[in-house]
């Protein structure tokens, strides 16, 4: 009899399933832009936006979150004006060589040697040629800056690869080079 009873539980269970499955009428679907969503591609024409897609760039003026300004502009001009007027934000006790040294060794010493010589690794191997060592050049914390900031000759920029404050550390610790090599 508990067999009987089961079994029949079941028939009537797997009936009433197959019984709301009709092909013939339409199943109804809520919410449907949850299941089918449109894609839309980053900078495709829309018709959200009158401008199309000079409505997606930052508005004039803005500043990205972690960047600052920087005043001076990449030219001969530029780097001019920022030797002769760019300070360091840093004083003598925010100055950490350690860290100063750290970074350098990692982004600088390759090719300006550890001593600021200009004996790098990729110097000596001929790879890369003429990198003057610091004690000959007329180096000021504002033209070490803006070389970092925006690059010169054959040396790219490292603006991406450090923060502001990390770059004065560098430029604290170049400093600290120029003068032993002085001595």
């Given at each position: 009899m508990k067999t009987t009873l089961k079994i029949t539980v079941v028939l009537v269970m797997l009936l009433s399933?197959?019984?709301?499955?009709?092909?013939?009428?339409?199943?109804?679907q809520y919410m449907p832009n949850m299941y089918q969503?449109?894609?839309?591609?980053?900078?495709?024409?829309?018709?959200?936006?009158?401008?199309?897609?000079e409505a997606q760039l930052p508005v004039d003026g803005t500043i990205p979150r972690g960047y600052s300004l920087y005043d001076f502009e990449d030219s001969t001009e530029g780097y001019d004006k920022a030797k002769a007027e760019l300070k360091s934000p840093l004083d003598s006790s925010a100055v950490d060589y350690d860290r100063g040294k750290e970074l350098y060794d990692?982004?600088?010493?390759?090719?300006?040697?550890?001593?600021?010589?200009g004996q790098g690794t990729l110097m000596k191997r001929e790879k890369i040629l003429g990198v003057p060592s610091y004690d000959t050049r007329e180096l000021t914390e504002g033209s070490i800056?803006?070389?970092?900031?925006?690059?010169?000759?054959?040396?790219?920029?490292?603006?991406?690869?450090?923060?502001?404050e990390e770059r004065w550390q560098v430029v604290a610790y170049v400093e600290?080079?120029?003068?032993?090599?002085e001595k």
């Open positions: 399933i197959v019984s709301c499955n009709k092909k013939s009428r339409r199943n109804y969503s449109v894609g839309y591609e980053a900078y495709q024409e829309s018709d959200a936006f009158a401008n199309g897609v990692i982004y600088c010493g390759i090719c300006h040697g550890n001593k600021g010589d800056y803006h070389v970092m900031y925006y690059g010169l000759n054959s040396m790219g920029s490292y603006a991406n690869f450090m923060s502001d600290k080079l120029k003068a032993d090599l």
